[in-house]
């Protein structure tokens, strides 16, 4: 998840944002499944960006140096093996970076509605309300589908040989030391770092955007981005465990990255106030941005949650609520929707979904992330 501040014109965009800022966006940035209109890029470049991430945009000048400084682990994992990526994988990626995807991810353009806590959101940029922010949320796509499909296969083999029993079927395991385990996390890393890279490209595509329709370039509108993290990975950290450092490989799965004020890998500007956590709401609903605290990299190995979480399955939503009907609420909350397919709507409608304000509430009340932001959403561009 990605989150980028826009600064200038608050009021201004308001009185314009439906008609134009939305309808931009949604023409820079391509949606959907399978999804045309990618960055065109090569084999080359390609496993450039798995292997290195953001700094390969940045030898391009697709991203800002700045960028880099506020995403996790500096926008690569290390240790990522392309050699590792099967060659279906890597076709369906190579032309799907800077792509929205479809699903629950969006663009979402969101005004500033309450400030918790003041100097943490001065650090990232956001000192009123009624300011303006833009978050992301995209991922891997293709590539880190066909990563997961592809090493699901190879470890349930791996499982079949040794006397590992899961009670799920849709889980797979290997040991970390082992060759399939070995080979899936370097395959990860890459995905990863796809991911890191794809967000990079939509962010570059939403400044585009709103220099478009402001006539300003995106640093004139201060267009920085606050952070990116990620969810759904695995990577090695370093954490107390009964008094002694380990290195350890924290699987983070629906949930995402916290780490405390003081911790090393977060940026100068979020050394006093913590890691910034992104959380999206679900389609139509406030969206929040957390901080990360002590106590949460002491009981929960610096996690929090991600996001709200689905109630229903995507085929139950479907039953229950009817797209068009959605699409009207949303626009009578004053909220323009742009989507490349409207009959989904239904699948991410807010009802599918766990209340988010009580998600974030209660990790607030159990001190493992700190509440600093809470922001409405007045543009959702959907695949």
């Known amino acids: 998840e990605c989150t980028v501040n826009c600064d200038d014109h608050g009021r201004f965009l308001h009185l314009m944002l439906e008609d134009e800022i939305g309808k931009a966006g949604f023409q820079h ?94 650090a990232m940029g956001i000192t009123k309300v009624g300011q303006i922010v833009v978050m992301i949320h995209s991922g891997s796509r293709g590539l880190g589908h066909q990563v997961c499909t592809d090493y699901l296969a190879k470890l349930d083999a791996a499982m079949a040989k040794s006397d590992v029993n899961l009670n799920d079927r849709q889980l797979a395991c290997a040991p970390i030391s082992s060759q399939a385990g070995q080979d899936y996390l370097a395959a990860m890393a890459g995905a990863a770092n796809f991911a890191f890279c794809n967000r990079s490209m939509i962010a570059m595509r939403v400044r585009e955007a709103f220099a478009e329709v402001f006539g300003k370039t995106a640093r004139e509108l201060d267009m920085h981005q606050v952070y990116d993290v990620c969810h759904n990975v695995a990577k090695f950290e370093d954490h107390e465990v009964n008094g002694e450092m380990k290195r350890l490989l924290i699987h983070r799965k629906g ?129």
């Not at 700094?55 to 990522?80: M, S, Y």
């Open 29 to 122: 940035v391509p949606v959907g499944a399978g999804t045309k209109g990618g960055i065109d890029i090569g084999r080359g470049d390609l496993d450039a960006v798995m292997t290195i991430g953001m700094q390969h945009l940045l030898t391009k000048g697709l991203v800002w140096p700045e960028d880099i400084e506020c995403t996790e682990e500096r926008g690569c994992i290390p240790n990522a093996d392309v050699n590792k990526v099967s060659q279906r994988a890597k076709t369906r990626g190579v032309s799907q970076l800077g792509t929205m995807g479809s699903g629950n991810h969006y663009t979402e353009v969101q005004t500033v509605q309450e400030i918790y806590n003041p100097e943490a959101a001065e």
């Open 255 to 383: 949930a995402t990255r916290a780490f405390p004020p003081g911790h090393p890998q977060i940026p100068e500007k979020y050394q006093k106030v913590g890691q910034p956590v992104l959380i999206g709401g679900s389609m139509g609903t406030n969206s929040y941005v957390l901080t990360g605290t002590d106590i949460g990299m002491k009981e929960t190995f610096g996690s929090t949650c991600h996001g709200a979480g689905r109630e229903m399955s995507r085929t139950a939503a479907m039953r229950k609520y009817d797209s068009r009907s959605v699409m009207n609420q949303m626009q009578k909350n004053h909220i323009s929707v742009y989507t490349g397919t409207p009959r989904q709507l239904a699948e991410e409608a807010a009802g599918a979904y766990k209340n988010v304000t009580k998600v974030v509430e209660t990790c607030h009340a159990a001190g493992i992330s700190r509440l600093c932001v809470k922001l409405r959403p007045i543009a959702v561009i959907k695949g």
